[in-house]
Every structure is written in structure tokens, then in C-alpha cells.
């Protein structure tokens, strides 16, 4: 029973983290580049707000979740494949935190309102393909994890 639940968790959370971070890299991504940089500003601050909270909870609780299934999973396919889910979703944790938050934190700190500084560096390409590598690899936890239910 605690089995079935766990396995619940870890696909529905490695499933959003997938979904939210596939959705921002086909929508979100480009809408940003197309804009003028102080509107990314302005946009960057306000889609902000609720991500930062929540997806790192989704992600870590799902890590953490398929970790515990690698070590009481039935058979060993099955818990090297959560193993490997585990591993990846503590990448996009990681890349999240080390590479995205500090880009995110340097946008965050300006006033949308007063000209971007004579030194301001865009960070927008810099962002999306730290992006797109989290997204890679939660669509690759998210099957990793969905394989090892069947396996």
C-alpha cells in the first residue's frame, strides 16, 4: 500500500516537473526573448513569484520519493531505474539552484521601473540553456521513473 503510494508521488511529481519546465521552454522561453529588456524584467519578476516555492518542493519531494522506492522497490530493474530517476530530478534540483536561482536572483534584484544599469549583462540565453538542460533531464526522470513501474 505505502508502495503504491510512493509510486503515485514520484510519477506525478517527476510528470509535473516535466510538464511545468516543458511548458516554460516552449512558451514561456521564447515569449521572453521577444521582448524588450526591461519588460523581461518587469515579466521575469512577476512569473517568478509562485515558481519559487513550489517547484522545488515538487522536485525534492519526487527525488526523494523514488530514492525510497531504488531502496524497498520489487526486483532489481525496477529500483536501479528509480535509483536513476532519484539521480536525475537531484540534477534539475541542481541546476536549478546552482546556474537558474543566481540569474534569477540578479533580475530580481532590479527595479523594473528605473533604467537597466550602463553594465546590465541580459541573461536570457544564459537562462535558457540552463533551462532547457533541467528540462532534458526531468523528461528523462519522468521516463526513467515511468519505466521502472513496468519493469
Known amino acids: 500500500m505505502i508502495g503504491n503510494a510512493l509510486t503515485i508521488v514520484a510519477l506525478a511529481g517527476s510528470g509535473l ?4 519546465l516543458l511548458a ?3 512558451s514561456v522561453v ?3 526573448a521577444a521582448v524588450s ?4 524584467v518587469r515579466f521575469h519578476q512577476l512569473l517568478g ?3 519559487d516555492p513550489t517547484m522545488p518542493a515538487i522536485v525534492l519531494t519526487s527525488a526523494l520519493t523514488s530514492a525510497v522506492l531504488a531502496a524497498v522497490g520489487d526486483g532489481t530493474p525496477a529500483r ?4 536513476l530517476g532519484a539521480g536525475l530530478l537531484v540534477a534539475v534540483s ?3 539552484h546552482l546556474l537558474n536561482v543566481p540569474l534569477n536572483r540578479q533580475v530580481k534584484g532590479l527595479d523594473p521601473d528605473a533604467p537597466l544599469p550602463a553594465d ?3 541573461p536570457r540565453a544564459e537562462w535558457r540553456r540552463w533551462h532547457l538542460l533541467r528540462t532534458a533531464l526531468a523528461i528523462s526522470a519522468l521516463l526513467v521513473n515511468a519505466l521502472a513501474v513496468v519493469a
Open 30 to 32: 521564447p515569449a521572453m
Open 80 to 83: 536501479v531505474l528509480f535509483g
Open 120 to 122: 546590465w549583462r541580459d
Open 24 to 26: 516554460v521552454a516552449i
Open 49 to 51: 513569484r509562485n515558481w
Open 94 to 96: 541542481g541546476v536549478s
Open 37 to 40: 529588456p526591461p519588460l523581461y
Open 17 to 20: 516537473t516535466a510538464g511545468v
